[in-house]
């Protein structure tokens, strides 16, 4: 695992977009797993940006879910669909045919976990996972306390998961259960980006780099992953020993 530093959220921003689109450009046919969220944010548009500069072609890509609320519609504009549609796939020019998300409306989740984790099994492994931190130092909504070997799997959102996500919503939304990726999967990813920025994210990420590797922070599964890249904004890793900073080239 590596961990990098940027001076801040914009330069942070324009390295993790480079980084996407280096990893189609090496491969057009890559598989790739997206976080929504405010972190990946101006890095989605930096990317749409750089991609139409670039030419670069992602018709050949396939685009997996990591995750979605339970219950909550693709429409609304706090769904995890309505982001990856509005600030990634359709200014990309994605095709549907490439897009494979959750269903959170599904009757049976249990078989839209299956479905998924078959996608992945077809198309994957996944090239790269990019993903954010939650504020209780979940990935996706692998909540504090997930078994690291999960793969797809339904849960029930932890109190810091359904107050934080009313940032999402136009209106006070009720937030009970997640639908997402397990760990397994990010395990299994053949590179991963955690992704953090902000004062407000200091703290977990210190204990997510520097407390032991525990599932009682989700995103200390990082450390275990061979090619996992840790990229920051310097207020996100304000807390951690300078001696594993490396400096932003
Ligand atoms: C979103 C997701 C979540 C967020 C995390 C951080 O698809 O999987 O785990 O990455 O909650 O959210 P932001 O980026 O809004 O701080």
Redesign the pocket.
Known sequence: MQIITYPDHRALSDKVADHILSVVKKKPDAVLCL??????KLAYSLLVEKAARESIDFSACTFVG??EWVGIPPENEGS?YY?LQTFLFKPLGVDPAQIHLFNALAKDLTAECKAMDEKIREKGPVDLML?????NG????NEPGVVWNLNSHVTNLDDT?RS??Q??FKQSTPLQKGI?LGLQHLLESKSVIVMASGLK?AQIMRAALEDPVSPAVPASVIRKHQQGLVMLDQEAATLLKSSIQRPAK
């Open positions: 976080a929504a969220g405010d972190t990946p990591l995750d995890c982001f993903v954010g931190v939650g504020m979940h990935i996706g909504f998961t934080v996500g940032k999402y997402t994210k």
